[in-house]
């Protein structure tokens, strides 16, 4: 068919392979729960020329035409059916155990990796663990970035993952290549370490912005940097919702260990501070008389 010289054939023979291989690189990925952060994950995706479809219990068939997914189903069944190599998990924390328990396992076509993106990890772990065909793969993470930190690409952005039952290797690394090859700094830990981790450093950020938002703080004329960077966090954890901030109180258990720590250090300064002011109010009394 094509006159080649030996050389020529060993070159054309490595493209062929360099073709097959980034081919098998795309999935079919069904995607359960389409709120905004789906969304901003699957535009990545289908730009990797990823299949996706979708299913949600709002209807978003109208956001999947402008992203250009085929298939959108408010039936979770007919996604289950749609031979899919991987299912993404994106419902809300408080909501995920309803969720799972409508999952129609009974329609799955194949083996099948279940990847869930939830803000927590020890939940839907166990959640799922308990629940999966034996057959399907479980694959947990957490890209630690949004809509907003992740708008301008996810370059040196961070992404948790837990390969907690994976037996098709070449499928789960397919998957976590969709955020390698974007540059994510890719961190893998136990689903216990990122809840401690997180507990430490999302939840107490939430919390501090939402004790600000309910001071009602904003800027002033007369700003430091530090206090601007307060503000930033306050506007930026009033995005998410309530919801949200309340399931990575209940369902990280480590949270509650940061609640009552911060508790107790606001309490030890505060005590500071009335001691330093009993002390200025006793030399006044003193210098007075």
Not at 198 to 225: C, W
Not at 232 to 250: M, R
């Amino acid at each position: 068919m094509f006159n080649l010289k030996p050389h020529q054939h060993i070159i054309f023979l490595s493209c062929l392979l360099v073709l097959c291989h980034h081919q098998k690189q795309t999935m079919k990925i069904g995607i359960v729960g389409f709120g905004p952060f789906a969304q901003f994950l699957a535009k990545t995706m289908i730009k990797q020329g990823h299949s996706i479809t979708a299913s949600s219990r709002s209807d978003y068939s109208e956001v999947c035409k402008h992203l250009g997914i085929a298939s959108f189903y408010r039936d979770m069944a007919a996604l289950f059916e749609s031979d899919n190599d991987a299912i993404l998990i994106c419902t809300s924390i408080l909501s995920l155990k309803q969720v799972v328990k409508s999952m129609p396992f009974h329609c799955l076509r194949r083996q099948t990796l279940f990847v869930d993106v939830l803000s927590v990890k020890e939940h839907p772990r166990d959640i799922l663990l308990q629940v999966l065909p034996e057959d399907s793969d479980l694959l947990c993470t957490h890209p630690m970035f949004g809509p907003e930190s992740g708008r301008d690409g996810w370059k040196d952005l961070a992404f948790m993952y837990d390969r907690v039952r994976i037996r098709d290797e070449a499928l789960c690394s397919s998957f976590l290549q969709i955020f390698s090859s974007e540059g994510c700094r890719m961190l893998e830990m136990t689903c216990e370490e990122h809840d401690k981790q997180a507990a430490r450093s999302q939840f107490i950020t939430h919390t501090i912005g939402r004790i600000l938002s309910e001071m009602e703080v904003e800027s002033t004329p007369i700003d430091t940097r530090g206090f601007q960077k307060l503000v930033q966090v306050k506007e930026t954890t009033s995005k998410h919702s309530f919801d949200l901030f309340s399931g990575l109180f209940i369902h990280n258990r480590f949270a509650r260990q940061q609640m009552e720590s911060l508790e107790l250090a606001f309490e030890k300064t505060k005590q500071k501070l009335q001691e330093r002011l009993k002390e200025e109010q006793d030399i006044s009394m003193i210098n007075h008389h």
